[in-house]
């Protein structure tokens, strides 16, 4: 898989992409992961990316041609599966989402900032937007971060254990059981019986309880 981002702050993206999970998947030829900077497509001796927003709002917005030039760039060097704008109003990210999106080859990620991108650049490139919850950041470079390792960590080989993923949160439409290692006792609290007995299915049986359990307390919108 490749994913290219867009951003006009590649620093932001530095650390979270040199190290764990996604620095492995790289090392192992499993992703590949270009930042691009779009200052250098700016306008004017300052590059210039952004501009007022017509109409008299406050804030500052990305302006088309930069994006179009670096966008139009890109496209020409290869197809994209999806070109993703993160953006609050964009369609919240879901496990099935993360899923769906890890059988891709190519993804492009733009990242808005100060009050987002021109509406064209929306209409003109745009395939998919997604939002990371129902709040406001100073950019879209945290929720690049966030929708990558989403997506990284489902392809395959990225993760020691392969099924590992499979038992995560939501996948089942059900939150994650409770989790316990040693010791078996701990200042009194101690592991459930069943999970050191060795019955497997009947530890199998008592992790699904647990997870419906959970899911009812916690998240009962999700067993609708």
């Known amino acids: 898989m490749r994913i290219d981002i867009i951003t006009v702050l590649p620093e932001l993206l530095e650390s ?3 190290a764990s999970i996604m620095k492995r998947a790289q090392d192992k030829g499993l992703v590949e992961i270009y930042v691009h900077d779009l200052k250098p497509y700016g306008k004017g001796n300052y590059r210039h990316v952004d501009d007022y927003p017509y109409g008299g709002s406050s804030g500052m917005v990305i302006m088309c041609e930069p994006l179009d030039n670096l966008i ?3 496209v020409a060097q290869r197809s994209y599966d999806e070109i993703i704008y993160l953006t609050p109003d964009g369609e919240t990210l879901h496990q099935q989402m993360a899923n ?3 059988l891709t080859k190519n993804l492009m990620m733009i990242c808005g ?3 987002g991108i021109d509406q064209r650049i ?3 490139w745009v395939t998919k937007e997604i939002s990371i919850g129902d709040y406001v950041l100073s950019g879209g470079e945290f929720g690049a971060i966030i929708l990558a390792d989403a997506i990284i960590r489902l392809i395959p080989g990225v993760l020691g254990d392969e099924t590992s993923a499979l038992s995560d949160s939501f996948q089942d439409n059900l939150l994650a059981p409770p989790v316990y290692t040693r010791p078996s006792d701990y200042k009194g609290h101690k592991v459930p019986e069943i999970l050191l007995s060795g019955n497997f299915p009947k530890i199998e049986e008592w992790l699904h309880e647990q997870a419906v359990q959970r899911t009812k307390e916690r998240r009962p ?4």
């Open 16 to 18: 979270p992409f040199s």
């Open 72 to 74: 139009s760039e890109l």
């Open 100 to 102: 769906e999106l890890s």
């Open 113 to 115: 900032h100060y009050k």
């Open 122 to 124: 929306r209409d003109m």
């Open 221 to 224: 919108d999700l067993l609708k």
